[in-house]
């Protein structure tokens, strides 16, 4: 027999919606295996889960989706959670918001966001991710804002995020990630702000953000950088902010009437290396 949790309906107010949400909220409940399913009827009135800070649950309920099929957020933070899969969220296809930060995530199956094709922000930050594979993000075309920051990626496929075109934030600091491919945002044509503080960067290839004319803000602070080309921003209209402090080779932020100066900065100080070993 499945063992059964209850989760309490009440209105709350998301400010990310700017509305109230019909939440159903499972509270001081010990969730410490897998197979638990949610004991609460059938309500299409739903529209918002919620399990908040509680370190005794290590799984996701596994018919979520069955009892509040309207779902447009779920959020699962401050647990112990340490993998998903897409039996957690299938057939969720209005779902738009989804925060499982603060978890032990280590392991997402390839699947797990298939059926989420309205999903516009997804919240991963602070787990324990190393790897996310090529084809994780393939249905989320939609999705304006990913948060991986806090986690420990150290690679990432070429194309994780070819499917992205729709992103306006990505936020990937305090990883471990020590080079970007070239290819690693050429679809990420509507993008504004990419944030990569505090990683293990030593280059950055001169194409990565050719194909991002609506950047606006780069973070790339913290990180080992010895070697840019001073062109690498060349071509973006809109960019308003480089932050490149606390790097090897440069140690300064720039704002757009800073741009001259940020291009002799890395034309003097940050020698340039063979870019081909960032195409492999």
């Not at 018919?63 to 509040?68: A, C, L, S, T, Y």
């Not at 991963?124 to 594979?133: P, T």
Request: hydrophobic share 40%.
């Amino acid at each position: 027999n499945k063992k059964e949790v209850n989760c309490r309906l009440f209105i709350s107010k998301w400010h990310y919606f700017n509305k109230t949400l019909n939440l159903c909220q499972v509270e001081n409940e010990n969730i410490e295996e897998d197979g638990f399913i949610i004991s609460n009827n059938r309500d299409l009135s739903v529209n918002g889960f919620s399990i908040p800070n509680n370190k005794n649950v290590k799984f996701i309920p596994e018919n979520i989706v069955d009892k509040f099929p309207q779902l447009i957020a779920v959020q699962v933070f401050g647990c112990s959670v340490r993998s998903i899969g897409r039996k957690h969220f299938k057939e969720l296809q209005h779902l738009i918001l989804l925060n499982l930060a603060r978890n032990e995530i280590v392991d997402i199956e390839e699947a797990s966001f298939r059926d989420l094709l309205s999903l516009e922000h997804l919240q991963l930050s602070h787990n324990k991710i190393e790897n996310l594979s090529a084809q994780i993000f393939d249905s989320l075309i939609n999705l304006r804002f990913l948060y991986l920051e806090s986690n420990s990626i150290k690679n990432l496929n070429s194309g994780v995020f070819n499917s992205l075109i729709q992103l306006d934030h990505i936020n990937l600091n305090s990883n471990q990630i020590e080079k970007l491919n070239q290819h690693q945002f050429k679809n990420l044509v509507n993008v504004r702000n990419v944030s990569l503080t505090n990683n293990q960067l030593e280059t950055i290839d001169s194409k990565l953000f050719s194909n991002c004319k609506q950047l606006e803000h780069v973070w790339l602070n913290e990180n080992k950088i010895r070697s840019m080309k001073a062109e690498t921003f060349d071509g973006l209209s809109k960019l308003k902010w480089l932050d490149m402090r606390a790097n090897i080779c440069v140690n300064d932020g720039y704002l757009l009437a800073e741009f001259e100066t940020m291009r002799n900065d890395l034309r003097k100080n940050c020698s340039i290396v063979d870019e081909s070993i960032l195409k492999n």
